[in-house]
């Protein structure tokens, strides 16, 4: 990644982690989209793996802070989102290629629901709330709600690739 990218790959963490503070504007019963999830995927399939997992790490330990959440828990879950979508990471091929196809969809899919397990799992621990009721509401929705903003971002992609 030359130091180019880097500086837009951070004006864009910084951009999505301000409209994901501001999420609740969109929120459908109190279930929000993670937009950060997405710039994850987005980071991991056009830069690998490594990076992915630091830009992870970084925008979720951002957003702990900036949200007043327990710092780690967003950075782990979001770490851990970098290191799945990095398998899916192919060398060479187009940025339009790798987010403007249905594969892209999927992966958000997996990743937000495996950010929404470990995150809801730390989340619920501390209290004692149901895990499954928690998850339901906001895990599963929340991973819905993520990928249906996913397919906004693959459909951008989609059109760049056919002009």
Do not use: C
């Amino acid at each position: 990644m030359t130091s180019t990218r880097g500086i837009w790959y951070a004006i864009a963490a910084l951009i999505l982690l301000l409209l994901q503070l501001n999420a609740g504007y969109v929120s459908v019963e109190n279930v929000v989209p993670d937009l950060l999830v997405i710039y994850v995927v987005v980071v991991a399939l056009l830069e690998g793996q490594f990076a992915a997992i630091i830009a992870g790490f970084f925008i979720g330990l951002a957003y702990d802070f900036v949200s007043s959440d327990v710092p780690g828990w967003n950075a782990l879950a979001k770490l851990v989102v970098g290191f799945i979508a990095g398998f899916f990471h192919e060398e060479g091929l187009a940025p339009a290629g790798s987010i403007g196809g249905f594969r892209f969809l999927g992966i958000v899919a997996l990743t937000a629901f495996v950010h929404n397990v470990i995150y809801y799992f730390f989340y619920v621990q501390p209290a004692d709330l149901s895990f499954t009721s928690i998850f339901l509401r906001g895990g599963l929705a929340g991973t819905l709600y993520t990928t249906v903003i996913g397919a906004v971002v693959m459909l951008v992609a989609a059109r760049k690739k056919t002009w």
